[in-house]
């Protein structure tokens, strides 16, 4: 049965920092490409950082320098660093593959993690 789990989010004041980890279950943790997506309140759900099988990333502007993303193969796992967090950051995040998976003609996810970012 696919699986994703996200944890670590939290309330955390500017400036902080927070490690957010994603449990996949190994029929969707393939050799291929991890994403770690946010959405907002309001707002549509936005890829924010992408890890490939070969540990290449890449990073939204918005979270560039600031977010690192990383992932353990042996544990089916990926993990997203957040640094000098802003309000703006605040966001369920959700984990997926990149582009998301899709069961029974849905995507499929997750029920995220929340990261609130305030003072």
């Known amino acids: 049965q696919e699986q994703l789990v996200e944890s670590g989010g939290g309330l955390v004041q500017p400036g902080g920092s927070l490690r957010l980890s994603c449990a996949a279950s190994?029929?969707?943790?393939?050799?291929?490409?991890m994403g770690w997506y946010r959405q907002a309140p309001g707002k549509q759900r936005e890829l924010v950082a992408v890890?490939?099988?070969?540990?290449?990333?890449r990073y939204a502007d918005s979270v560039k320098g600031r977010f690192t993303v990383s992932r353990n193969g042996a544990k089916n796992t990926v993990y997203l660093q957040m640094n000098s967090l802003t309000p703006e950051d605040t966001a369920v995040y959700y984990c997926?593959?990149?582009?998301?998976?899709?069961?029974?003609?849905?995507?499929?996810w997750g029920k995220g993690t929340l990261v609130s970012v305030s003072s």
């Open positions: 890890i490939d099988s070969g540990d290449n990333t």
């Open positions: 190994e029929s969707i943790f393939p050799s291929e490409a």
């Open positions: 997926n593959r990149n582009p998301p998976l899709w069961i029974n003609g849905m995507e499929f």
